[in-house]
C-alpha cells in the first residue's frame, strides 16, 4: 500500500510507482534536505517530558517544518526539470553533529512526467 498526495497544482506526490508509467516519464533522481538544530530550552523541556511522560511538542513542531522545507526542495528540484510529480518518495532521517544537536531529514525520489 502507497501513500499518494496531489496538490491543486496538479503536481503529485507517490511513495509507490503507479501502474502504467514508463521509463521514458521518468526524468531523474530529486531530492530535498533540511537540518535542524536543537535550542537549549527546547532541550530542557524534553528532560522534562522524559521524566514525567508526555511528548515533545517543541521537537515534533520543528520536525515538522523540516520535513516540509524537505518536500518543498523536493519538488523544486523536479519542476526544474520539468516533472509533473515525483514516485518511490523515500524519507530518512538523521542525527548529526559531535553532540548529536542537529537531525537532517532527505528526500528523495524520481521524478516523472506524466
Known amino acids: 500500500m502507497g501513500w499518494f498526495s496531489k496538490a491543486p497544482t496538479g503536481f ?9 508509467v514508463e521509463r521514458d516519464q521518468m526524468l531523474g533522481v530529486v531530492h530535498g534536505e533540511a537540518i535542524i538544530g536543537a535550542n537549549i530550552f527546547r532541550d530542557m523541556f524534553s528532560s522534562i517530558r522524559d521524566v514525567v511522560g508526555g511528548r515533545a511538542g517543541g521537537y515534533e513542531r ?3 517544518g523540516a520535513r516540509d522545507a524537505a518536500v518543498e526542495d523536493l519538488v523544486e528540484s523536479a519542476r526544474e526539470l520539468g516533472a509533473n510529480g515525483v ?3 523515500d524519507f ?3 542525527v548529526l553533529g559531535e553532540a548529536n544537536g542537529m537531525m537532517m ?7 516523472v512526467k506524466l
Not at 531529514?105 to 521524478?111: P, R, Y
Open 12 to 20: 503529485f506526490l507517490s511513495t509507490t510507482t503507479p501502474p502504467g
Open 62 to 64: 520543528a520536525l515538522s
Open 87 to 89: 514516485i518511490g518518495i
Open 92 to 94: 530518512d532521517y538523521e
Open 105 to 111: 531529514v532527505a528526500v528523495s525520489g524520481t521524478a
